[in-house]
């Protein structure tokens, strides 16, 4: 899966306000940065292969470190137990922790059966891929929700940068899904790692222009 990941960061603002949007996106895409960084280091690999699925041309057959279902609650320990470390705000550890183990549920939503539980498997996957267009409605009205849910969570200045950064979300997302075949991995690791900086900043930019609205009174 790809945009449709950050939703789920959007989504959570309104439950754990003390961490920054920056952050909760950054837990919702973690283990894309972690495999960019492992192709790059050669620990996990995958190959081009046109056809692999309608919506993606990636062969993902070794990422476990990243991609498996143990290695994500790894990874999720590790990133929940970082940000306690240093803001001491236990609920937002636990979201955050939440937030990392979600994306290998998204996966195997979108992925044919290649997301492994542990290291050697089993492999999982439902298949959402093997339709563009049902890839992209589903990831576009999940970041439009996500969105929604964060704007009802807060108030406050940058609506025309947020606008603007979801557009071009947005537009990524179909994008990735009806472009051409990469020539190579490296584009794709070092976009992945680009984007995943990209979006800690201009999130968190946006972010301290707005503030957590009240909870309504019960």
């Known amino acids: 899966m790809g945009i449709g990941h950050l939703a789920v960061g959007f989504a959570a603002k309104r439950a754990v306000p003390r961490v920054p949007l920056g952050v ?15 192709l790059l280091l050669g ?3 995958a190959r081009v292969q046109p056809g692999a699925t309608a919506a993606s041309p990636l062969d993902l057959y070794d990422f476990p470190i990243s991609h498996s ?64 267009p049902a890839s992209i409605i589903v990831e576009e009205a999940m970041l439009a929700a ?3 849910l964060y704007l009802k969570a807060t108030t406050g200045d940058a609506k025309t940068g947020l ?15 009806v472009s051409p075949p990469p020539p190579s991995l490296t584009p794709v690791a070092i976009s992945n790692l680009a984007l995943s900086i990209v979006v800690f900043f201009v999130a968190n930019a946006i972010d301290r222009r707005r503030v957590v609205r009240p909870a309504p009174a019960r």
């Open 163 to 177: 606008a603007i950064v979801v557009g071009v979300l947005a537009i990524m997302g179909v994008a990735g899904y």
């Open 69 to 132: 279902l143990l290695g994500e609650v790894l990874w999720a320990l590790l990133f929940g137990g970082a940000f306690f470390a240093f803001k001491k705000y236990r609920a937002g550890a636990v979201m955050l922790g939440a937030i990392v183990i979600s994306h290998w549920f998204l996966d195997v939503i979108a992925h044919r059966p290649d997301m492994p539980v542990f290291l050697k498997g089993p492999y999982l996957g439902l298949g959402l891929w093997n339709s563009v």
């Open 146 to 148: 996500g969105v929604y």
């Open 43 to 45: 620990l996990e690999h």
């Open 24 to 38: 909760l996106l950054l837990a919702s895409i973690f283990a894309d940065a972690l495999w960019g960084a492992f």
